[in-house]
């Protein structure tokens, strides 16, 4: 069984910082890659950032500049440095990796108060 372990949401004031992490587990061979994504009420599922095996990363417009993915210290791990916190942020946040398919974790609530 594979399973991603995501922690780190929570509530924050606007301005403010939270850092997502994200372990995975299990019977997983190669991953490519590891990232996150959110998803609002009412809103379809967005691509916020990624980092592949090698290190590269990518974010999408609306977060970049303002939040950070790296490697954490453990194997398959993964964080989410998110600073500049704006209401418009406020979702459940899923971890990704990339192996012989995409696998998801259970999501993180973030809310980001005005």
């Known amino acids: 069984q594979v399973q991603l372990v995501e922690s780190g949401g929570g509530l924050v004031q606007a301005g403010g910082s939270l850092r997502l992490s994200c372990a995975a587990s299990?019977?997983?061979?190669?991953?490519?890659?590891m990232g996150w994504y959110r998803q609002a009420p009412g809103k379809q599922r967005e691509s916020v950032a990624g980092?592949?095996?090698?290190?590269?990363?990518g974010y999408s417009d609306s977060v970049k500049g303002r939040f950070t993915i790296s490697r954490g210290d453990a194997k398959n791990t993964v964080l989410l440095q998110m600073n500049s916190l704006k209401p418009e942020d406020t979702a459940v946040y899923y971890c990704?990796?990339?192996?012989?398919?995409?696998?998801w974790g259970q999501g993180t609530q973030v809310t980001v108060s005005s």
């Open positions: 980092i592949t095996s090698g290190g590269t990363v």
């Open positions: 299990g019977s997983i061979f190669g991953i490519n890659a």
């Open positions: 990704y990796a990339d192996a012989a398919r995409r696998y």
